[in-house]
């Protein structure tokens, strides 16, 4: 199961690894996407604002997760760098422990709170019962949204990135399905397609664990290993706590862009949601970067191979400049017709072109600085990655966004780039914090 990442070429390793967690994030992009196509197609305006807006809220929960979770990864990914199989049993029975009691507490507290959370977010009074329904669904499902992710990042942290592929398949099929079935036969939209969702997710889990079951991990997990200890939990979130923290203020930065949509009426709230979804879809390079980097770094760095690590770094930068701009000169040309097929108004595909027409080049800075918090995750640096992200969010995002929306009130182009201007601003810190640590490196050496 474990794959040594510390040897061969890094360009093949990189391929090796990325490809499947490329194609597990685009399926579950895809099945998310299938959501808002279906409610498109049985249901109305508001239903696809409900189903935009609350899936909005459940990616700002789920990339928390993901981030807190990247803390096993790298800890994992460095033990078996380092030939450390007991460290890493430690490390995957802590995450076990940590990840089950957070995530029935997270579920219940959001449930709580979920009258709250579409009041804040400023939901379309048509738009309103609808969120709420879909919100209560998905928040039940918490625990098995937090079990499929910790399985998949202890796989990667073993160098694995196919078998996540597989449990993310079989989650993909069984919601489109049911999506057909609950949203087309029962009618039951936006509770449908939460439905569907937590659903296919509890069988993406169950296929992870018979496969757990079935296959040797090459690890041997004792009772003690998910007994909390100090000092491995410690480690796990000095680094998962800074991306989780990192990752949640991107999601509510965007959260707020969509808050600002919201009060500019319902269309612009639709096309805001819709093109938020599309462009997950161009995002997957990025984001497999990303879980890429800090994992072939990881294991590198815990193998004393840092030049490697480096060499990670700049092979994964390249192909996402190369990958972001291809994707930036399409959407200039195609923006109405991909959006028109998730609504049939008119309107929310003109608002929702200029919206993504602008937010298309963030394909390219978020692509480098993404590869970026991967590598200073791998280090143990994570705060770098932190830091970054809140200096862009509070300087050039939310502003922007807000100023753009002001000034601009027939389009939505001027709030799309403000959303890329943000991650400019992060490729120019993290630059800066890269030469700063190569430059220490030596120093220290």
């Known amino acids: ?36 196509y279906l409610i498109g197609q049985f249901g109305g305006v508001d239903q696809t604002t409900a189903v935009s807006v609350g899936s909005q809220v459940m990616h700002m929960v789920t990339v928390m997760l993901v981030g807190l979770a990247m803390g096993t990864t790298v800890m994992v990914g460095q033990s078996v760098g380092g030939n450390r199989s007991r460290e890493a049993a430690r490390y995957i029975g802590n995450t076990v422990t940590l990840f089950f009691a957070g995530s029935v507490a997270l579920s219940g507290i959001l449930l709580l709170g979920r009258s709250l959370i579409v009041s804040v977010m400023a939901v379309p009074a048509e738009a309103v019962s609808g969120t709420k329904a879909y919100l209560t669904i998905c928040f039940l499902g918490i625990p098995f949204i937090t079990a499929y992710n910790i399985i998949s990042s202890i796989f990667r942290g073993l160098g694995d990135s196919k078998s996540p592929l597989y449990f993310i398949a079989a989650a993909c099929v069984v919601n489109v399905g049911l999506d057909y079935l609950f949203m087309g036969a029962f009618g039951m939209g936006p509770a449908g397609a939460a439905l569907g969702t937590t659903l296919s997710q509890t069988v993406s889990v169950l296929v992870a664990l018979t496969v757990i079951s079935r296959r040797k991990m090459g690890l041997q997990l004792q009772k003690a290993d ?85 060499k990670t770094l700049r092979y994964a930068v390249l192909l996402c400049v190369v ?39 963030d394909c390219i800075f978020a692509g480098i600085h993404f590869c970026f918090s991967g590598y200073f995750c791998a280090g143990g640096k994570s705060g770098l990655s932190f830091l970054h992200n809140v200096l862009s969010i509070v300087l050039a995002r939310i502003p922007g966004a807000y100023l753009a929306s002001r000034i601009f009130a027939d389009t939505l182009y001027p709030m799309g780039l403000a959303v890329a201007g943000g991650s400019l601003l992060s490729v120019a810190v993290c630059v800066i914090a890269f030469v700063w640590l190569q430059k220490k490196e030596k120093q220290d050496g």
């Open 1 to 36: 199961m474990e794959r040594n990442l510390t040897t061969g070429s890094v360009f093949k390793n990189i391929l090796r690894f990325s490809l499947p967690y490329l194609f597990s994030y685009f399926l579950q992009t895809l099945y998310g996407m299938a959501d808002l």
């Open 226 to 310: 998910f007994r909390p200890g100090k000092q491995t939990m410690g480690k796990l979130l000095k680094i998962g706590v800074p991306v989780a923290l990192q990752d949640g203020f991107i999601q509510i930065s965007f959260l707020l862009i969509t808050i600002i949509a919201n009060h500019r009426g319902l269309e612009d709230a639709a096309a805001v949601g819709i093109v938020e979804k599309v462009i997950g879809m161009l995002f997957l390079v990025p984001s497999s970067m990303l879980s890429t980097v800090s994992a072939l770094a990881a294991q590198n760095i815990g193998a004393g191979r840092r030049d490697r690590a480096v």
């Open 323 to 361: 990958f972001g701009s291809a994707a930036s000169l399409a959407v200039q040309f195609c923006a109405e017709p991909v959006l028109a097929l998730f609504s049939e108004d008119a309107w929310v595909i003109l608002l929702g072109s200029q919206y993504f027409r602008g937010y298309v080049f």
